[in-house]
């Protein structure tokens, strides 16, 4: 059988494909200098026993009507057909919306669903309930980014602004002398970009730059956290207290001289406020290498040492968004940019402040000239809305008020939750409370590729395509290559596209014209590209015709050399082109903040010690960080996630002390717990991580052994039931899930078998 290979795209890389007698084959891009292989986890997806392949409905939900049930996660399902539970789902959209309005419908999707613009779920399900039902409560901000979303507007732009447009790869590999990291810059973060990338280039250009002479330092507890190529200076450190560190760096500079007083006085608002602060005039504490070095555990000779290192060099201060997804968050971000301001870097090529470069594979690269258009939503006509990371106190605590970003809010009462795309039993923190929340509901719609434990929390689960089943264009504003994704294979089962399935919704409730248009799903891709093509035109290149695009697989498109824009236009002309904060300046400190009187956000940066320390109960940081063999919890039954993991876990990385102390050899099964429950996994013994700190990534999908349970005791290893569900602070409300605090040992009980890609009981009538 001749085989045909197709253009497609993922998050992850840019691949063909292609379907014969063996089964799927993936190749990836022939341009591409450093492929990912998170493409190998496609070749079991397609047939995988776990995909949902026909519409079910929980036995609980169907029997007795919505309304909270402690069985969500432990039921029955019973499969049915299309058009019936289409009617039963149409009927209680209707219920909902009459009895509570639109006010009481959560659209939880949280993205990453998708490389293709058009069928991006997030898309799809707020656009069906804004046509169709009046709207929705949405969330804000981002799992990843919650602290520094926030914070960076008030103290010195718009996060895309800083972190999209930053410094570019190529002014580091050409101009920095020191790139101080701290979180470091690990590989396995910037080779995933959200619609998609073409080239993963980031090793080669810190090859470049560390040949040509730039010296790279980081700061994290793990070595893993910059590749080899980088030839970096690792410096472990207490996870946590990165802010103390950079204050202790900040005073060095200080009261050395080092400090570039012009630039201070010109851009930047409050830093002799904050000056009194690091010198200890207002708490009586000077922040002393000396002080530093009992909070971080890194000596402080090193500290004074790095600080005059640093003094007089093109420096590029990056902070990872590990180091605000923890207690406090906003602190390290906004302590980074004051070093770099410190010593007057801001603005200069390849030197100043570049927030999260190395976190995803957007940042550091240039921008097109012209975006794909995104498929249009429509208007919400709910204004309520929460940050992201708040969904499990908005279900367990309606009608009660909260602070974020200086205002007041209240959370909604919830009934229905329409989830299309995301797994927030991979994002969130303290399953356990969140498998309370979700009880809470009357009714949780998913659409699902595979059972995926928030499929198995749901009340109505609707099999949707994967991507390789369906066609779509694939494109991001920082990769030169538009590709045309072409279905390699017909759906699995009874799965069908989410437009098709809302348009069916939409048709039940009276509002397909309002939908879909009346256009099909084919005849969206070329609007869609026809749009692109005249923005293409408008800008002096013309683009082929759809049919013409879609042959070929692929366009080249412009792009434009902009990266740090907004410092390089601050520091030539801060007049003429001022920051879009409130005194046109970097603020180091914040009137605005300062106004909000947060006692956990304070108007500058300071050190506060997390309430997360180890104890003689807890005697381990645990670090959750993102996988290396998958997107979040994407595919992790896919051959490159499967391979990672031993004994069919996950793998847990323990410091020879600390396992020698615990009697844990090589490869042993471990338990790890604290007070919010346990899990188990491989130990993988090992001097690249520091004593006292142990490491296991996010993404193994909840496998709890009883699901009944309120303290979860996860088989296959979810780190995220150890991690504390509570915001970074009352500015940001992002998410802590980076750190726990645990205690382990070695598990000599029968192990009980991981059962986490084995479908729920299914009745088949």
């Not at 109960?617 to 645990?622: A, E």
């Not at 303290?711 to 970074?728: A, E, K, R, S, Y």
């Amino acid at each position: 059988m001749t085989r045909r290979e197709k253009m497609h795209s993922s998050h992850w890389g840019v691949f063909t494909a292609s379907e014969g007698q063996q089964g799927l084959t993936v190749k990836p891009f022939a341009d591409d200098p450093n492929p990912n292989r998170l493409i190998d986890n496609f070749v079991d997806a397609l047939d995988h026993p776990c995909r949902v392949a026909k519409p079910a409905v929980r036995r609980g939900w169907l029997e007795n009507g919505p309304g909270p049930d402690r069985r969500r996660g432990h039921d029955e399902y019973i499969e049915m057909e299309w058009d019936e539970v289409l009617d039963l789902l149409a009927q209680e959209l209707r219920r909902v919306q009459r009895r509570y309005g639109p006010e009481a419908i959560f659209g939880g999707s949280y993205g990453w669903s998708s490389a293709g613009r058009f069928h991006h779920a997030q898309s799809q399900v707020h656009r069906f309930l804004n046509t169709s039902l009046g709207g929705y409560v949405r969330s804000v901000n981002s799992y990843s980014a919650g602290a520094s979303a926030v914070l960076l507007p008030h103290i010195l732009g718009d996060l895309d602004e800083v972190a999209r447009r930053g410094v570019s790869w190529e002014e580091i590999a050409e101009y920095s002398e020191i790139v101080l990291s701290f979180g470091g810059m690990a590989l396995k973060n910037s080779q995933v970009a959200s619609g998609g990338i073409s080239r993963h280039t980031e090793r080669d250009f810190m090859r470049q730059a560390a040949a040509r002479g730039a010296e790279f330092i980081y700061f994290s507890p793990l070595q893993s956290d910059m590749p080899a190529e980088s030839r970096a200076e690792w410096h472990t450190i207490v996870p946590g207290t990165d802010a103390a560190l950079m204050l202790a760096l900040i005073y060095d500079i200080v009261v050395n001289g080092w400090a570039d007083r012009g630039f201070l006085a010109r851009y930047c608002e409050g830093w002799d406020i904050f000056e009194q602060y690091v010198l200890g005039h207002t708490d009586g504490q000077p922040k002393t290498p000396d002080w530093a070095a009992d909070i971080c555990q890194v000596p402080a000779a090193d500290i004074a040492a790095l600080a005059q290192r640093l003094a007089g060099k093109r420096l590029m201060v990056t902070v990872a968004h590990s180091l605000q997804r923890a207690q406090h968050g906003e602190q390290p971000v906004w302590l980074g940019l004051a070093l770099a301001a410190a010593l007057g870097q801001p603005g200069l090529p390849g030197g100043g402040y570049n927030y999260a470069l190395g976190a995803i594979g957007h940042y550091g690269k240039h921008h097109n000239a012209v975006a794909f258009p995104a498929f249009p939503q429509g208007r919400n006509g709910v204004k309520t809305y929460i940050p992201v990371a708040r969904v499990a106190d908005m279900l367990l605590h309606p009608g009660e008020q909260y602070d974020y970003n200086g205002h007041k809010l209240t959370y909604p009462h919830i009934a229905l939750a329409y989830w299309a795309g995301g797994n927030p039993f991979h994002h969130h923190q303290d399953l356990g409370r969140l498998r309370r929340a979700f009880n809470t509901l009357d009714t949780l719609v998913v659409h699902e590729i595979h059972w995926t434990p928030t499929a198995r929390h749901a009340d109505i689960v609707l099999p949707c395509t994967l991507t390789l089943e369906r066609d779509d264009i694939g494109g991001t504003a920082t990769d030169n290559l538009l590709v045309a994704m072409q279905q390699v294979r017909e759906p699995y089962g009874q799965a069908r596209d989410d437009y098709d399935i809302f348009n069916d919704l939409a048709r039940r409730l009276g509002t397909e014209a309002a939908f879909s248009e009346g256009r099909t799903s084919g005849q969206w891709l070329r609007r869609l590209y026809g749009q692109m093509a005249d923005k293409l035109a408008a800008h002096g290149a013309p683009a082929p015709d759809f049919d013409t695009f879609w042959a070929q697989g692929s366009l080249y498109l412009p792009q434009i050399k902009d990266g740090g824009r907004l410092l390089r236009n601050f520091r030539t002309d801060p007049v003429g082109h001022p920051l879009p904060t409130p005194s046109g300046k970097i603020e180091i400190f914040s009137s605005a903040i300062d106004r909000f009187g947060y006692a956990d956000c304070p108007g500058h940066p300071v050190w506060l010690a997390p309430r997360l320390r180890c104890d003689e109960t807890h005697p381990f940081y645990l670090i959750a960080n993102q996988p290396a063999t998958r997107l979040h919890s994407q595919l992790d039954f896919g051959r490159h996630s499967g391979d990672a993991k031993r004994r069919g876990r996950e793998v847990c990385k323990i410091h020879p002390l600390d396992a020698e102390g615990k009697g844990v050899r090589q490869g042993d099964i471990i338990k790890i717990f604290n007070g919010l429950g346990a899990i188990l996994a491989s130990a993988d013994i090992s001097d690249a991580i520091m004593p006292g700190v142990i490491q296991v990534p996010t993404g193994a999908w909840f496998d709890p052994y009883d699901p009944r349970d309120d303290i979860p005791f996860c088989v296959h290893g979810n780190p995220n039931v150890l991690t504390l569900d509570i915001g970074t602070s009352a500015l940001g409300q992002g998410c802590i899930g980076q750190i726990a605090v645990v205690d382990f040992v070695r598990y000599d009980d029968p192990l009980p078998a991981v059962r986490a890609f084995v479908p729920p009981p299914v009745i088949r009538r």
